[in-house]
């Protein structure tokens, strides 16, 4: 595993004549309640990619931080202090930005990692507007879109909620959440800080302009209280196994 930031760009040439696997974290700047930092999902998303490359000898680019707008039913919503957020074309526009500059290196495969909600449509249009541009000139890139969630096998999910898993809409800087970076990052988790609060309980709708109704006041939509150490290892040792799995059989590695 290597990280683009970290290498010249001749050995970047060098690194790109096995055409590597390519990943490309995306995460957001957004509240997280009180126990956890604001770059959560731009944090994990980055450790996601870093822990999968490292099993497909992959090359990781420079994540990008920032995310699309909160939105109240799935991150808390833009009401918060502390959560920056990108238009929908500002990210479209970074994400067919940085297709088109690695087509240009001749990167052949790409795959797009993200770890905030929002984020999945907009990631999609970029890489379809990439898609057509590069089609347009001859060239030619495989990328994959996926979100780090969904490979947690449910065995697993069925023990860590002992059978009351929320919804991963609902799990924001909840117990998936805050159990993982209890075990890769715990200088940055305040435990004394979990909130009590039960579930965040909605509208069925989305309302404009977002006003923070039925959000629960810390930020946090589902009980936190359980999270652990020990739960951020099965979820990410899984997940990370799942994810190699997946990639490994899609483009025919031998991990
Ligand atoms: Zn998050
Ligand atoms: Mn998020």
């Not at 683009?4 to 957001?28: H, I």
């Not at 940085?98 to 999945?120: F, K, M, P, S, T």
Request: glycine share 10%; proline share 5%.
């Amino acid at each position: 595993m290597a990280r683009t930031d970290q290498l010249t760009w001749t050995g970047y040439v060098e690194v790109l004549q096995g055409n590597p696997l390519v990943f490309l974290p995306v995460g957001a700047h957004e509240q997280h309640g009180p126990p956890l930092p604001m770059g959560t999902d731009a944090l994990l998303a980055t450790r996601m990619a870093e822990a999968v490359a490292s099993r497909v000898n992959g090359l990781v680019l420079p994540t990008i931080s920032y995310g699309y707008k909160s939105q109240a039913r799935s991150g808390g919503g833009q009401t918060f202090p502390g959560t920056i957020s990108l238009d929908g074309s500002t990210l479209v526009g970074m994400t067919q930005d940085i297709i088109r500059e690695l087509a240009r290196h001749g990167v052949g495969r790409l795959v797009v990692l993200d770890g905030h909600y929002e984020n999945q449509w907009f990631l999609t249009e970029g890489i379809e507007l990439a898609q057509r541009e590069l089609q347009a000139s001859g060239k030619q890139m495989e990328i994959l879109r996926t979100e780090y969630w969904d490979y947690c096998p449910q065995h697993v999910l069925d023990t860590v909620f002992d059978g009351n898993f929320p919804g991963y809409d609902l799990e924001h800087a909840a117990l998936i959440e805050t159990s993982m970076m209890l075990y890769w990052q715990p200088e940055l988790v305040r435990v004394d800080a979990i909130p009590q609060n039960d579930q965040a309980d909605f509208d069925i709708f989305d309302r404009y302009p977002q006003d923070g109704k039925g959000v629960p006041a810390s930020g946090v939509l589902a009980p936190a209280r359980g999270a652990s150490y020990d739960k951020g290892q099965l979820i990410i040792e899984s997940t990370v196994a799942e994810i190699a799995r997946a990639l490994a059989a899609h483009f025919g590695l031998v991990i």
